[in-house]
C-alpha cells in the first residue's frame, strides 16, 4: 500500500475532481478479484465515515489495496528506509551534523538531502492534499 496525495493517485482527472468536494477526507485505490481497479471514497458525506473503515470493507471483498489518499496524512517526504530518510535521521539524532557531512557518510549526493529537508522544513503543504508547495 503506497500513502501518496491526491495529485499522484492513478486516477482520472474527473474522478480526482470529484474527491475534491466537501464530505469527503480521503480515498482508497483498489483491486477487486478480477483485476479491476476501484476507488472508494470515505468521510462524513460517504459510506464509510474512516479511513480504517473503507479499509476494513475492501478487505471483506477480498480486494488489494494499492493507494491510500488521506487530507489529514501526509506522505513521507521520502521513502521510509531510503538512504535520504536515514539521513535525515542522522540530522534528527545529531544537531552537529551537517546535511553534507549525512550524504557523504552513507555515500549519497549531498541535493538529495538538501532537497529532502527543504521539502519537510521549509515549503509547507496544501492543507487540501497534502502536496508540498
Known amino acids: 500500500m503506497i500513502r501518496t ?3 499522484k493517485l492513478p486516477i482520472s482527472s474527473a474522478t480526482r ?3 475534491l ?3 469527503i477526507d480521503g480515498a482508497v485505490v483498489w483491486q477487486d478479484r478480477k483485476d479491476a481497479t476501484m476507488v472508494s471514497a470515505f468521510g462524513p458525506g460517504c459510506q464509510s465515515g474512516t479511513e480504517e473503515l473503507m479499509l476494513d470493507a475492501v478487505r471483506r471483498l477480498l480486494g488489494v489495496v ?6 489529514s496524512v501526509l506522505p513521507d517526504p521520502v521513502a521510509p528506509g531510503s538512504k535520504t530518510a536515514q539521513a535525515l535521521a542522522l ?18 549526493n ?8 527543504e521539502r519537510r522544513d521549509t515549503r ?4 487540501c492534499c497534502g502536496r508540498p508547495l
Do not use: F, M, Q
Open 91 to 108: 540530522l534528527d539524532n545529531d544537531p552537529k551534523l551537517t546535511p553534507y557531512g549525512a550524504a557523504k557518510r552513507l555515500g549519497i
Open 5 to 7: 496525495t491526491l495529485d
Open 66 to 71: 494499492t493507494h491510500v489518499w488521506n487530507r
Open 21 to 23: 468536494r466537501d464530505g
Open 17 to 19: 475532481e470529484a474527491l
Open 110 to 117: 549531498p541535493s538529495a538531502v538538501y532537497r529532502a529537508l
Open 124 to 127: 509547507g503543504v496544501c492543507k
